[in-house]
Structure formats: structure tokens, C-alpha cells
């Protein structure tokens, strides 16, 4: 069966459905082609459902600080764990089924087909026994856990990732987390938490993809008081009876199970894109222009976890949107792509917003730094643990970018990551209003320290405008 | 003994130490006086002790979600108040000597004078037996809680203030709290979660100063499913026994004690200023102009709470600055004033940015609004109670307040009103980045909801700038 349409979008994950926003906007002659579940990554096995095993997690840790102010009886508190994931899993279902029922569910028949495409040529695409000819194709379909290929077959269900994780109606009591990144980090905390044995382990030295020394040290410091975190030597995993010994370096620990988080991979195999004569990265995503989201000048785009960088939610979105957009023009519209933004959501929140310490001239860079230790409101909060390191141009004061962990980290990465967006300085955030007692002020002791390290000119009081600059 | 000093300030509070921050940098010829306690307001009976109590009370108070997901033994969690006061007051001892270390206790002998100022005339004020001649006089010297008389007289330390609640070893069994502005409210819903049985009353029908009647509305709504509000009849107590009757409209009560919020007053009685000829306000208030903070053209200046504006510590810090940079320099210099906010620390908090409801021209105004209770973020958080309005200008977009009940209202408060700061608009803000899953995503729906409203010509993709205007 042939068929011909404007635009076709390979995947209807986030990337896919806001690329079909845009496209639906000028034509309805589209499909939207779909291998595998429905539902999105981020509120199947993403973003939603890890962020409750947080929430859950955080409520139960809680217990620690209370004997502190006379709250007595945590020792009989306890935590069901299978009715814990069962409410992960309810709440998750909430989730997809808002996607769904705004998006797929009420989508004409025509304009959508279930299974996986394959290119035959630049514009053609094969979906089971149908042939669609496109004028325009977006490539938007995801990402997957990678489980190298040798740990799949020998353990088998042994070894979990996010896309199993969620499913499990029991806990093991032992987990070994491998890869410390946002997933591992999240999950091997919240894990802990709830009452796993859990030990964490990753090559690198540094935790939540971390480039800011200082802000590494301290996150790790931090963490592992709370479960063991082994650094700096690449897991080793042996069946032993019916367990696994995880080894890294001279540490070994026997557990039941692995949580693998070792990063996502782009869906790209069975499209079939070798067969086209497409300029590929390396790591062997086709070329593509982030503004225009266009793969070289083919009538092919790409968005979301597929383009193999910024995987998270919102940067998937401007992506789909971008191609949608672009698919359903004439000219080639080039758009600005946001201030950086990464939350790790463990606890305290790690966050690196604008500019990373990797990417910095050191020599014209301001850096101050202050630890939560000494935050007023972090002290109330019994939650004063970690650091704040704020980068600014030395010469004009320009905000550059924020690598913290504490408190609140992912509201002050809003509060910053904003700031940076319109360019602002050191001078001009500290004459906006902070309230008092807030997380808030921790920047502000920041920007205050700054203040000598950069070489504007001062204001007559730094902290308010004469009332002539008033507009 | 008579002194001459170029400047002289009267009070120790945030305001007073805020100027003489300003102060010191062109001189060390002034006084500080102070009569009574020293320490700040906010920190010895405000902000600092008040946030610790909120606190405790809302660790507390979490364990009504906790079996939700299957975290059980809460009704085994038991909190002993005599306890939690103590470690109200040891956090805010240390809050205090923070204060004192950073500002009295290093301050040479000679600055500083205990005692209560009275002017004897526009440039001369005595202290017990000393008269300072000043070139310029600072009045910083606070408020305190309102109490009518007959009731502070007939019913003496049944009667509660801010000033005396944290000073209490053992809280009664039942407290009513007369007066629901932020203290009312702060406190009335933190005594409640710790155990107290408290029956809040206000003589109006809006609580934390809303005045959106929308908010308010599901303001009380929220707040009494807690714990009882009267409202819209003034409270009458009478005594019964070693209790008080606390009767307002048809409804009576019998408590222990009571907690009165009913505002606080400018400490300006002692200060003598009848004898000079000053312009007073409707509030008795000596006439300021609140960018100079200059009384008239007297070489007199206000700040703080006793200028009856703004009673606030970061206002405080404001005034404290302009009045002191303005007493040590020739010229008289206007500064602006930061963008009103107000935060009251209940959960959900209670949020007022920029312009509030009834300083808005409805015609030319647009109103985006949505309830907590599908926000995503906020169901995970279990907190999806409150509401978000967010005002903007039709023609232009901009944003011109924001007034909430919700989750991480103060935080939602410092992104909108450093938005605010800036003159941002609906199109400005929605080209921002949002992370996933969020609080501030509940922000973003709004604007997304106000983008329909505005006559603003719109962008190609919403959320997104063309590259072009990257600079």
C-alpha cells in the first residue's frame, strides 16, 4: 500500500507529539508512525515515576531529623515497599494517560500508524506492508537504555534499567547502581532510602556528570554518608549462586540485583538511515543543525533523545517544535536554543545551569562560592548541606553559569538559568528583591562576594537603583 | 553631658544596622542608640523563629500523606512542644548572635548608646543624661505587636503576641488566634499541626491580606479544612474562670490563651516628635518620601517598620540604606524601590508579587489562571491544593503581578517578581526555559492560558526566539 503525505514523524514520544503541534498548525495531511509503547519516556519510565520514588523516598528519610525537635516514634515507622512501587506505578499511569488522551487518542485514524519505519530512500519511508512518500520526515524516535550486550545475555533479569525498574511489584533487599549519572544518582538514593542496601558505582571520579571540582567534592562527600559510592574503576560483574558479585577496583559486594544506568542510546538502528548518504557524528547521529533541527539540507529533521544531546524533557520539546516548524515551511527558520539547564533531582539537588566550569576561560571568570552550611533558611530547613558556585565575567559582571548542590537547587537553576537568558550581572541581580528567610539568599551571599572579584563600576548603594534609571 | 556627632541613629534593628552600613563608609562620627532589647526583630520574634516553628510543624504534619503509599506507624508519632520550643529558641539564639556578632558587639564603645531617644529638637535628641547634637538623625525604631489596652489589662499574659509566644516553655492545650493577617496566619496554622486545638479569627472576610478575591476564596477554603476560621466579625473575649471566651458573630469559644495578630505600630510615642512641627500621615506617621526616606526637607530620615510601609526585612534593609547613604551625603539622592512582594509562610503559602488585584485597571488587564490540583509536579509532591493568577497588560503582555496559593509559592514569587523587575511580558517569559517535571511548570500553564488574552503580536513558535535576535 502507497501513500503519500507532507510530513511524516518517526515517533510519538515528547519530541514527536510537540513536532505534530506545529505541523497540525498548517497541514493535516501528516502521520504520525509509532514502534513500540505509547506514552512518552519521560511519564513511562522517565522524569514522572522517578520523581515520585523521590518524593516517597524524601518523606521516609525525613525521620532522621526529627528527634531533633522532639518528635518521637520514627523507630516504628516503616515502608512497604511493594505498595510504595504500586503507588509509583498509579500515579505514573496518571501520567501517560494525560499524554495520551491529549494527544494520540484523539487522533484521526489516518493520521496515525503503529509500527516501526524504515527509510528506502530520502523521502520514502516503509511501515509494515505501507510505503510513505513524505515530503518532509522528522526523526523523533527516543532513546533507550544501553546494557552492554555480553551483561544482557548472561544476567538477564538480573539486570534492571528504568525501563524495568518502575515494573518490579517487589524490591530486592540489595541493589548495585552502575553509572552515577542523573539516573543513578536519583535512583540509588531514592532506593536507599526507602531501604535497599545499595551501593553505587562509576568509573569517573565525579557524580551527576559534574565538570566543577569543588561542587563534585562536596556532592560526593555528601552522598556518601549516605550509601557507598565506589569511584574511579569500572564495574566487574560475576554470577555467583543465584546473585551477582559487582566488583570495582578492590571493592566487591554480592547483591540481587543491578540497576544499569549507564546512559541512553539513540534509536537509530532500524531505520536504516545507512542506506541513505547521511554525514553522521561521532557518535554516529546524522549531522544536524541545533537551530534548525534539519539533518544537512536533506527534508529530513531530527528532535528529542535521538539527536543524542540534551535529553530532557523541555529541550525535547523545543526540538520537536523546531522540526515541526521547519517541516511545514518553506524557508529554513534558525532558532535560539535555551540557557542550559541540568537537575539531578537527588537530595540535595545537584544543578549546573548557563555555562559549565569546563567551559570557562578561567583567567577572565569570577567564581564565588559559599556552602549551604551557613544559609540561614537551609539551617530552618535542616538542610544545610552543600555548595553554590556562581560564575560571572570579571569584566563586565555577566552572569555565566551555576553549578550548586543544596537546598532548592531546582528552583534557584530557574531563578539563574532566567537571569543568564537576558544577560544580566552580578550588579543587577543583587538590586532584585530577595525575601527573607529564603533558599534565595544563598545566591545572594554569592553575588555579594563577587562583587569584588569583577571590575564594574559600583553603584552608589549596590543594592538599589537611583530612581532616575527608573523607565 | 553633651555630644556632637554628625549622625545619629536611633534603633539597632535591620534597618537601623542597614544604615549604619551606609553611614560607616563616610563616617565614624555617629551614634547608635537603642532602648530595649537588642537583636532585630526578625531575628529575636519574627522571620527566623517563626520559620523554625513552621518547620517542625510541617514535618509533622506530612505524616497525613504517608500512607498513601504505603509508609506506616505515623499514629505512633507523637511530638512533645516543650521540646519543639526549645529548639525554636536555641535555632534562634543563634539567629541572634549572628545578629550581634556582625554588627553591635563589634562596635567601638563610643558609637553606641542604650537607652530610649527622645528629640528635644530638629537636630537634638537626649539620651538619659546625654545630648547628642546631630547633624542628621536616623528613626529606625521598629514596631511592635498591637494590643488594645482594656484587653492587655484585663486579661495580662493570657494574652500572646509574637513578642512572648516563643519565650513559652508550655503551650496550652487550646489557642484562639485573633487577627489572620501573615502572623495570624503563619502561626494559627503551625500551633494547629503541632498539636494545639486553635480557632483563628479575623473581624474581615480575606486572610493573609489577599486581596484577590479568587485566591482568598480558596485560601480559606484550604486553610479551614485545617483548622476553623471565623471571619467577618470582630472577636469579643470574655473571662470565664482561669479561661477566656472568645465569641465572634454567633460562634464562642474556650481557650487557654490568645495568640493576638492584629498588626503591629510604629514605636514613635517615646520619641517625643509632637515637639517639632512635622507633618504626620493618616497613620501619625511623620510624612517621608519613600525613595529618599527624608522626613519633609528636615535633615531627618525614616526607616523600617516605623515608617509603617513595607514591614518587611529586606524593605527594612532598602530603607535603612537609602536613609543612611542620604544622612552622610550632601545632594539627596532618589532610589527606587523594588518590586512589592509578600510571602506568607502557611502551606501552601500565600503570595503577592508586583501589582496586587486591587491596584489593577480590570479593562486593560488580563487574568491567566490555574489550580495546583493539575499540576504535575504538585500531585507528586502531594501539595496539588492552591491556585496561580497571574495578571498581565492586554495590550503589551507585560507581566504586572502575580497573587497564589500553592506549593513553593516563595520561590514561584522571586522568579515572577525579578520578572517583574525587568518589565517582561507573557511572550518574554514563555521563550524561558521550564524543566520538567516542576513547580514553575504551573507558572508557565498560566502564561500559556494568558498568550490568548494579549494583543500582542505573536511569535512564529511560541516559546522560541528566532536566532536572529540573539545578541
Redo the contacts between chains.
Keep these: 500500500m502507497d501513500r503519500k503525505v507532507k510530513v511524516a514523524i518517526v515517533g510519538a514520544g515528547s519530541a514527536g507529539l510537540y513536532a505534530m503541534s506545529?505541523v497540525r498548525k498548517q497541514t493535516q495531511d501528516f502521520v504520525l508512525i509509532n514502534g513500540g509503547e505509547l506514552g512518552t519516556t519521560?511519564a513511562r519510565v522517565g522524569?514522572?515515576p522517578s520523581?515520585?520514588a523521590i518524593?516517597?523516598s524524601e518523606?521516609?528519610h525525613?525521620r532522621h531529623?526529627?528527634s531533633?525537635?522532639?518528635?518521637?516514634?520514627?523507630e516504628?515507622?516503616?515502608?512497604?515497599?511493594?505498595?510504595?512501587m504500586?503507588?509509583?506505578r498509579d500515579?505514573r499511569d496518571?501520567?501517560v494517560d494525560r499524554v495520551l488522551s491529549n494527544s494520540t487518542d484523539q487522533l484521526p485514524k489516518e493520521n496515525f500508524i503503529e509500527g516501526y519505519a524504515e527509510f528506502l530512500d530520502i523521502n520514502v519511508l516503509k511501515v509494515g506492508q505501507q510505503t510513505i512518500h513524505a515530503d518532509k520526515i522528522i526523526l523523533a524516535t527516543g532513546s533507550r537504555p544501553y546494557v552492554p550486550t555480553e551483561w544482557q545475555q548472561q544476567f538477564g533479569d538480573k539486570i534492571l534499567t528504568t525501563d524495568e525498574l518502575f515494573e518490579q511489584e517487589s524490591l530486592p533487599p540489595s541493589i548495585a547502581v552502575i553509572g552515577l549519572g542523573v539516573i543513578g544518582l536519583e535512583m540509588g538514593q531514592a532506593l536507599h532510602r526507602i531501604g535497599i542496601n545499595v551501593t553505587g558505582i562509576d568509573q569517573c571520579q565525579n557524580i551527576a556528570n559534574l565538570v566543577d571540582p569543588n561542587v563534585n567534592q562536596v556532592a560526593v562527600d555528601t552522598l556518601q554518608k549516605e550509601f557507598p559510592l565506589w569511584l574511579g574503576h569500572p564495574a566487574v560483574i560475576t554470577p555467583i549462586d543465584d546473585m551477582l558479585k559487582v566488583s570495582s577496583g578492590d571493592k566487591d559486594v554480592t547483591v540481587d540485583k543491578v540497576l544499569l544506568s549507564m546512559g541512553r542510546i539513540p534509536n537509530l538502528e532500524t531505520l536504516g538511515i545507512d542506506k541513505l548518504s547521511i554525514k553522521r557524528n561521532a557518535k554516529g547521529i546524522p549531522d544536524y543543525n541545533p537551530?534548525t533541527m534539519q539533518i544537512g539540507d536533506l527534508p529530513i529533521f531530527i528532535a528529542g533523545d535521538v539527536s543524542g544531546d540534551r535529553p530532557?524533557?523541555?529541550e525535547a520539546?523545543?526540538e520537536g517544535?523546531?522540526a515541526g516548524?521547519n517541516a511545514v515551511h518553506q524557508a529554513i527558520?534558525?532558532?535560539?536554543r535555551?540557557?542550559p539547564?541540568n537537575?539531578t533531582f537527588c537530595d540535595p539537588n545537584i544543578v549546573s545551569v548557563g555555562k559549565l566550569y569546563s567551559e570557562l576561560d578561567l583567567d577572565t571568570t569570577a567564581i564565588g562560592e559559599i556552602k549551604f552550611s551557613i544559609v540561614?533558611?537551609a539551617?530552618?530547613?535542616?538542610k544545610n548541606r552543600g555548595l553554590i558556585r556562581v560564575y560571572a565575567c570579571k569584566e563586565n559582571g555577566k552572569i555565566l553559569g551555576m553549578t550548586m548542590i543544596g537546598p532548592?537547587g531546582?528552583?534557584l537553576?530557574?531563578?539563574v538559568?532566567?537571569?543568564i537568558?537576558?544577560?544580566?550581572t552580578v550588579i543587577d541581580l543583587l538590586?532584585?528583591?530577595?525575601?527573607?528567610?529564603?533558599?534565595?539568599e544563598a545566591l545572594q551571599a554569592v553575588l555579594y562576594q563577587l562583587v569584588s572579584k569583577i571590575d564594574s563600576p559600583l553603584p552608589?548603594?549596590l543594592?538599589?537603583?537611583?530612581?532616575?534609571?527608573?523607565?
Design positions: 506545529e519521560c522524569c514522572m520523581k515520585v518524593q516517597v518523606d521516609f525525613r531529623v526529627f531533633r525537635y522532639g518528635l518521637e516514634g520514627k516504628t515507622l516503616s515502608l512497604d515497599t511493594t505498595e510504595a504500586e503507588y509509583v500515579l496518571n501520567f537551530n530532557i524533557l523541555h520539546g523545543d517544535r523546531i516548524y527558520t534558525a532558532f535560539q535555551k540557557t539547564m537537575i540561614g533558611r539551617m530552618i530547613m535542616a532548592k531546582e528552583n537553576a530557574h531563578l538559568a532566567w537571569v537568558e537576558q544577560k544580566l538590586q532584585m528583591p530577595f525575601y527573607h528567610p529564603v533558599i534565595e552608589a548603594v543594592s538599589l537603583k537611583p530612581l532616575a534609571n527608573h523607565i
